[in-house]
């Protein structure tokens, strides 16, 4: 089983930048893709980003030219890089990790607030 502990959300002026980490631990050896989703009040969980070992990356549409996602293999750890963020951004994140073996891990979330 593959734990996630993300880090890096906070509250940041429109306009402004985060930097989101998600180390995994335990069977990390199996892990496949590594993603990011948000879930903002009242709304459903969304995609956001995911990438591969291969570090092959697919974003939603709403945070393509303003998110960056990147891992570092040997380490074991995802990064969301978030520039220009709106208000709309403002979400709880999470990061997700899909195995070989058809595991599926999820974080504990991450708060991220944008002001206007």
């Known amino acids: 089983q593959v734990q996630l502990v993300e880090s890096g959300g906070g509250l940041v002026q429109a306009g402004g930048s985060l930097r989101l980490s998600c180390a995994a631990s335990?069977?990390?050896?199996?892990?496949?893709?590594m993603g990011w989703y948000r879930q903002a009040p009242g709304k459903q969980r969304e995609l956001v980003a995911t990438i591969t070992p291969g570090g092959s990356t697919m974003y939603a549409d709403s945070v393509k030219g303003r998110f960056n996602i990147s891992r570092d293999n040997a380490k074991n750890t995802v990064y969301l890089q978030m520039s220009s963020l709106k208000p709309e951004d403002t979400a709880v994140y999470y990061c997700?990790?899909?195995?070989?073996?058809?595991?599926?891990?999820w974080g504990q979330g991450t708060r991220v607030t944008v002001s206007s």
């Open positions: 335990g069977s990390s050896s199996g892990i496949n893709a």
């Open positions: 997700n990790a899909k195995t070989f073996f058809g595991g599926n891990s």
